[in-house]
T-cell receptor
Framework: DAKTTQPPSMDCAEGRAANLPCNHS???????VYWYRQIHSQGPQYIIHGLKNNETNEMASLIITEDRKSSTLILPHATLRDTAVYYC??????????????FGKGTHLIIQP | DAGVIQSPRHEVTEMGQEVTLRCKPISGHDYLFWYRQTMMRGLELLIY????????DSGMPEDRFSAKMPNASFSTLKIQPSEPRDSAVYFC?????????????FGPGTRLTVL
């Protein structure tokens, strides 16, 4: 799996958009970008994933640069409940198979009231 | 669906004792994963199963650790004998083979303290 680099922490005001960057300059063509988050004292939670197109779901948007070497997770209207550690994970999708996830240190996002 | 269920939620034991952590995956999921989280090492994959068969146990730290999945709805992670450095939060996760992406659903974790 390609290595990812994320800032260790970020602050964002409640109600504003939170933009979390991730660098993955060694990503290969068959590798997806996944985002998970872990709220304090809970298990990680899947947010979104993408290959090369931008993606949006009810939780967030994922913007992947054209060269796929970096991406940004966007929480459009951050709330206090979005305070968590956000993990960017790059891995190949193995079809019907599945391997474990490799978590880095992530970004600790703190939403300020 | 109740999600992934883990028990106990908290376990405090003394060094040398046997510890058994339990996990019930989401019904219908074919894959089950055990992770460990510590401040020093973060989240690490220990082992995972497919259709109750262990596929990759390369993350299991020592022979003191063992995991079983006797049926599709139950798995255990056992530590015998336990040591203080085993203190961590242990997460179980499951995934469906039919999932169109690699989403894993995590349980709430078991916080283990070995004194």
């Amino acid at each position: 799996d390609a290595k990812t680099t994320q800032p260790p922490s970020m602050d964002c005001a409640e109600g504003r958009a939170a933009n979390l960057p991730c660098n993955h300059s060694t990503i290969s063509g068959n590798e997806y970008v996944y985002w998970y988050r872990q709220i304090h004292s809970q298990g990680p939670q899947y947010i979104i994933h993408g290959l090369k197109n931008n993606e949006t779901n009810e939780m967030a948007s994922l913007i992947i640069t054209e060269d796929r070497k970096s991406s940004t997770l966007i929480l459009p209207h951050a709330t206090l409940r979005d305070t968590a550690v956000y993990y960017c994970i790059v891995r190949a999708y193995s079809g019907g198979g599945a391997d474990g996830l490799t978590f880095g240190k992530g970004t600790h996002l703190i939403i300020q009231p | 669906d109740a999600g992934v269920i883990q028990s106990p939620r908290h376990e405090v034991t003394e060094m040398g004792q046997e510890v058994t952590l339990r996990c019930k995956p989401i019904s219908g999921h074919d894959y089950l994963f055990w992770y460990r989280q510590t401040m020093m090492r973060g989240l690490e994959l220990l082992i995972y199963f497919n259709n109750n068969v262990p596929i990759d146990d390369s993350g299991m730290p020592e022979d003191r650790f063992s995991a079983k999945m006797p049926n599709a709805s139950f798995s255990t992670l056992k530590i015998q004998p336990s040591e203080p450095r085993d203190s961590a939060v242990y997460f179980c996760a499951s995934r469906a083979w039919t999932s169109s992406y690699n989403e894993q659903f995590f349980g709430p974790g078991t916080r283990l303290t070995v004194l």
